[in-house]
C-alpha cells in the first residue's frame, strides 16, 4: 500500500473502501495479491455490464491487435469503427424504430454530456439548460452545472451557471414538471426558456430514483410543445441496466440526444457517444474533438457486445430474472427489518435499498466487504446500499452475493442491537 499512500493524491474514493491490491479478475470476480477473491456488485460502476473479461470479447480484441489494427485514428474511417456503426444501426436503432447519428468525442461520459449542452445551444440559439435535483452527469465544469451533488459542485473553485434545476419525480412532494410549465407560460416568472432538458431515466448516483413512463411521457410533451430539445443522459443507466438497451424504452419517447459511455465499449474500455436525431447536426467540422475520440479497441469489443447480447431477447430475459431474483431479497430484507430501511429503489438490475441513514448503508457496505463482496453506496447522503453487479452474472453468482448481503445486514442489525442495550 505505500505507494498508493506516498505517491496518488487525496481525490481517490473508492480504494478508500476497498483497502486490497486486486491482480486479476473474471466474470463477477476480483482477485487480490493475498488470494482472496471478492464479488464484485460495483461493476465499474456500470462500466462492466458484460463481466471482467468476457472472453469473446477479449479473444475479438487480441485477435485485433494481433493483425495490427488501428488503435488510435482520431476520427478517422477504419474498419472497426465501420464494424461498429453497422452492428449498432442493425441491433439496436433499426430494431426500435429509431434513427440517430453517432458523434465520438472524448473518451468519457462527462464529454458526451458537455458535448450535448454545446449542441443544443448551438442549434436553439438559447443558453439555459433545465436539470433535476439529484441528478448527476459528470465532473467537467458544464456536466458539473448540470449535477445537483454539493460535494461534486464543491470542486469547481468557482460559480457553476448556464443551468436552471427543478424537482425530480417525487422529490419532496412538489411536482416539478407543473412548476417548470407554469413557468415557461408566465412571462414574469424570471425563468429562461431552456435549449433543453438533460435528465436521467433512473438516477444513478442520486439514489436509484425512477422517473414513471408516464412523468416521462409528459415531461417530452412539454418540451415539444415549447420547442425544448430533450437529453437523456443514459451514461450509468443505459446498456441493459435497467433491462433494455435504452432506460427509456419502456416509455416509449425517443429523445432527440442521447448520452453514452461506461458499458458501451463492452470490454470496460473508454469510449463514449451523443446520439443525436440528424436534423440536430449542425456542427462544424472540429468544433467539438478530442484526441481520444477514435479508440478503435473500443470499437472492436462494442461490437462484439452488441453482436453477442443484443441480436435477440434473450439477454433481456435473463436480465429480467436476475432483477427478480434481487428484488426478493430488498422486499424480504425490508419485511425483517422494518427499522432499518426505507423502502426499494431502482429498476432492473440497477437497484438498491434505501437505509434510514448514510451510517448505516457505510457499515452494510463494509461488512458485505469483510464477508468478500465489494459493493457501494449511493443517494444525497450515501444512504442507499446499491446493487450494480454485472448483468452477465448467473443465478447461482448471485444468490452468493445475495446471501453475503443478507449476512452483512443480520451481522449489523445485531451489533445496533447489543449496542442500544
Not at 67 to 81: N, P, R, S
Not at 127 to 156: D, E, K, P, S, Y
Not at 214 to 233: H, Q, R
Not at 375 to 385: C, H, M, Y
Amino acid at each position: 500500500m505505500d505507494i498508493f499512500n506516498k505517491q496518488e493524491s487525496n481525490v481517490k474514493s473508492y480504494c478508500n473502501s476497498f483497502p486490497v491490491v486486486f491482480t486479476s479478475a473474471k466474470g463477477v470476480w476480483l482477485h487480490t495479491e493475498d488470494g482472496n477473491k471478492y464479488i464484485d456488485f460495483l461493476a465499474g460502476a456500470g462500466s462492466l455490464n458484460y463481466g471482467h473479461n468476457n472472453p469473446e470479447f477479449k479473444k475479438a480484441l487480441i485477435e485485433y491487435i494481433e493483425k495490427d489494427g488501428i488503435t488510435h485514428g482520431l476520427d478517422m474511417h477504419t474498419e472497426a469503427k465501420a464494424s461498429f456503426l453497422t452492428a449498432l444501426r442493425n441491433h439496436i436503432f433499426t430494431p426500435r424504430n429509431l434513427d440517430y447519428k453517432v458523434q465520438f468525442t472524448g473518451p468519457t461520459g462527462t464529454n458526451a454530456v458537455e458535448a450535448a449542452m454545446k449542441l443544443a445551444r448551438k442549434v436553439t440559439g438559447r443558453t439555459n439548460i433545465v436539470t433535476f435535483t439529484n441528478g448527476f452527469h459528470g465532473c467537467t465544469m458544464g456536466a458539473l452545472a448540470a449535477t445537483g451533488n454539493q460535494h461534486h459542485r464543491g470542486g469547481a473553485g468557482m460559480p457553476l451557471a448556464g443551468t436552471s434545476r427543478i424537482p425530480y419525480e417525487g422529490y419532496a412532494g412538489v411536482d416539478g414538471l407543473a412548476l417548470f410549465e407554469t413557468m415557461l407560460n408566465d412571462n414574469s416568472s424570471g425563468f429562461d426558456k431552456p435549449a433543453a432538458v438533460l435528465f436521467e431515466v433512473v438516477q444513478g448516483e442520486g439514489g436509484l430514483n425512477v422517473a414513471t413512463n408516464e412523468w416521462l411521457k409528459k415531461l417530452a410533451k412539454i418540451c415539444k410543445d415549447n420547442g425544448i430539445l430533450t437529453i437523456v443522459d443514459d451514461i450509468q443507466a443505459g446498456c441493459g441496466r435497467t433491462g433494455t438497451f435504452f432506460s427509456f424504452e419502456p416509455s416509449g419517447i425517443k429523445p432527440d440526444m442521447i448520452t453514452l459511455s461506461k458499458s458501451i465499449g463492452g470490454y470496460g474500455l473508454p469510449m463514449a457517444l451523443v446520439l443525436l436525431k440528424p436534423e440536430l447536426d449542425k456542427w462544424s467540422p472540429g468544433e467539438h474533438n478530442g484526441t481520444f475520440r477514435g479508440n478503435n479497441h473500443a470499437f472492436t469489443t462494442a461490437t462484439k457486445a452488441i453482436e453477442e447480447y443484443w441480436s435477440d431477447d434473450s439477454f433481456e430475459s435473463h436480465i429480467a430474472d436476475r432483477s427478480q431474483q434481487v428484488r426478493k431479497v430488498i422486499d424480504k430484507t425490508l419485511k425483517k427489518f422494518p427499522s432499518l430501511f426505507v423502502k426499494a429503489k431502482g429498476r432492473g438490475m440497477m437497484q438498491g435499498i434505501e437505509c434510514k441513514d448514510g451510517d448505516l448503508a457505510s457499515a452494510i457496505s463494509q461488512r458485505c466487504f469483510e464477508l468478500g463482496m465489494v459493493i457501494e453506496t449511493a443517494g444525497p447522503n450515501d444512504e442507499v446500499v446499491k446493487f450494480f453487479c454485472p448483468l452477465t452474472i448467473t443465478e447461482t453468482e448471485l444468490e452468493k452475493g445475495l446471501q453475503i448481503f443478507e449476512k452483512a445486514v443480520e451481522n449489523v442489525a445485531e451489533k445496533a442491537t447489543k449496542k442500544a442495550s
